[in-house]
């Protein structure tokens, strides 16, 4: 199934999405690979989805990738006596650790790390910012607050802290069942940390998978941004959150902030997902509004990697025509005549590598001889996201004997995966790839192609080679 387009779709399954004909529609729509949100999956109901999404493949024939989104600790105050209470600005209103009915002078806070690590001055924005409360007096088991704006505080609401780093890990309890069933299927391919402060965040997670799947840390905190290169580094992928972002953030510096990201993950050369509220219109419209074409259009022309789909594609009304929308607006982006100048203005030059060097190379040579493709064997991966880094205007494809890493590169801006053996020597090297470029229909006889391999051959890390042939008139190399 060839795609026009780089950038990938990312589609959260859920109750408008979980039956197998469904997840066919969607992939076939344009969905490259799925979400299970463990906030409202059952173990259950989460392995159901991997096997109906790995039937799927089977029949399609092309990898697709499947992420794990972990709850991560979700902060909530407790109940009133009346369920509600209304407030007034100006007035004082404490949190504390007391597990009694609240009123409208107190409630409980469930939460003794936040009870300790708030202090005079720090803000705490209840129900998505609905209720914006800032602290005056801290003694570690009450804060005294004074209400800033909003007057309604109800039973079990959110509670964020922008000013406030709190001295506890991404996991819960939760989290590490939920990473255990999703580890013991053996089927995932990323794994999503929510709410990451700090690089030592994914320490945990990383002995716990031990390699087995790609962590990709979720920025919705202002913390994260503090030390946000850190967190690139020791993450395999990033995923701009711009809902909780915008609740802990000024909502105008957001679209700033995801540029920022986006192009420190491509310098990177990681895998960046811009996310929330894209299409959001279509929860219960078959068509969106002219602002949410623009916004992602926007990070297709920043150079995302993938573009996310939530509700949309989960519980609306319309998970299918979200989907081709989002591709359709995608592929139009990537046919402007201004993207690729776009493109190629935010490169950055490459790292003294020598998979670095080969992948500029082959950008570089494909382009000036018209190229119909690059082709990277890629074992690890790790080829395939050096060659993705450069952006280049003719399609990618990324040959791999490994499934997992195929499905995983998935992901990954422009690389169209699949799955095939090792070559056994350099004459099967281009021959192979020569057939598979023409049968996946990107060259056709006559056409040339660059490649781009490791030898000794199966050698993972050892990209040192670069080949152009024709593509023969029986698909094989007409060399």
């Known amino acids: 199934m060839k795609r026009n387009r780089k950038v990938k779709i990312l589609a959260t399954l859920g109750p408008a999405s979980s039956d197998e004909q469904m997840i066919q529609k969607l992939h076939e729509a344009g969905a490259d690979l799925f979400r299970i949100n463990m906030s409202h999956a059952s173990h259950d109901v989460m392995r159901t989805l991997v096997q109906r999404i790995r039937s799927v493949e089977a029949r399609c024939g092309r990898p697709i990738g499947i992420l794990g989104d972990l709850q991560g600790p979700k902060l909530r105050v407790g109940k009133f006596a009346e369920g509600k209470v209304d407030l007034k600005v100006g007035q004082t209103f404490t949190l504390d650790n007391k597990d009694e009915p609240g009123d409208n002078t107190r409630v409980y806070l469930p939460h003794p790390e936040i009870l300790e690590a708030v202090k005079p001055g720090h803000r705490l924005l209840i129900d998505d910012g609905k209720l914006h ?21 109800s039973d079990r609401k959110g509670v964020s802290l922008p000013d406030t780093l709190l001295a506890v890990g991404v996991l819960t309890d939760k989290d590490r069942a939920d990473l255990d069933a999703v580890l013991a299927t053996g089927e995932f391919d990323w794994v999503a940390l929510s709410f990451v402060q700090r690089p030592e965040d994914l320490a945990e997670v990383r002995k716990i998978a031990r390699g087995r799947v790609g962590l990709m840390s979720k920025i919705e905190k202002p913390q994260a941004l503090d030390r946000i290169d850190e967190i690139i580094e020791l993450s395999d992928a990033l995923m701009v959150a711009r809902g909780d972002l915008g609740v802990e953030m000024p909502l105008e510096s957001v679209p700033g902030l995801q540029k920022q990201l986006t192009r420190a993950c491509r310098r990177a050369g990681k895998p960046v997902v811009v996310a929330t509220q894209m299409l959001e219109s279509m929860i219960s419209a078959p068509v969106p509004t002219r602002a949410e074409v623009s916004d992602v259009a926007t990070a297709v022309f ?73 082709v990277c064997y890629t074992s690890s991966g790790t080829t395939g996201l050096r060659a993705a880094r450069e952006r280049p205007q003719v399609p990618i494809i990324a040959l791999s004997p490994i499934v997992q890493t195929a499905r995983r590169l998935s992901v990954v801006w422009g690389l169209h995966c699949v799955v095939t053996e090792d070559a056994t020597d350099l004459d099967d090297m281009v021959n192979r790839a020569c057939r598979i470029v023409a049968s996946e229909g990107f060259g056709k006889p006559g056409e040339r192609i660059i490649i781009s391999a490791g030898v000794p051959l199966g050698t993972p890390g050892a990209t040192n080679m670069l080949r152009i042939a024709y593509i023969g008139s029986d698909g094989m190399s007409g060399v």
Do not use: C, F
């Open 302 to 374: 920043e150079g995302a990697d993938a573009v996310m789909l939530s509700a949309e594609s989960a519980s609306g009304e319309y998970p299918v025509e979200a989907v081709s929308t989002m591709a359709s607006i995608a592929s139009n982006v990537e046919r402007d005549p201004h993207y690729s100048s776009i493109i190629y203005a935010q490169r950055t030059p490459p790292e003294a590598t020598g998979a670095d060097a080969i992948s500029l190379a082959a950008h570089q040579i494909a382009e000036t001889l018209r190229l119909s493709a690059i």
């Open 133 to 153: 409360l800032k602290a005056e007096k801290t003694d570690g088991k009450s804060i005294v607050t004074t209400v800033v704006a909003g007057t309604r505080i």
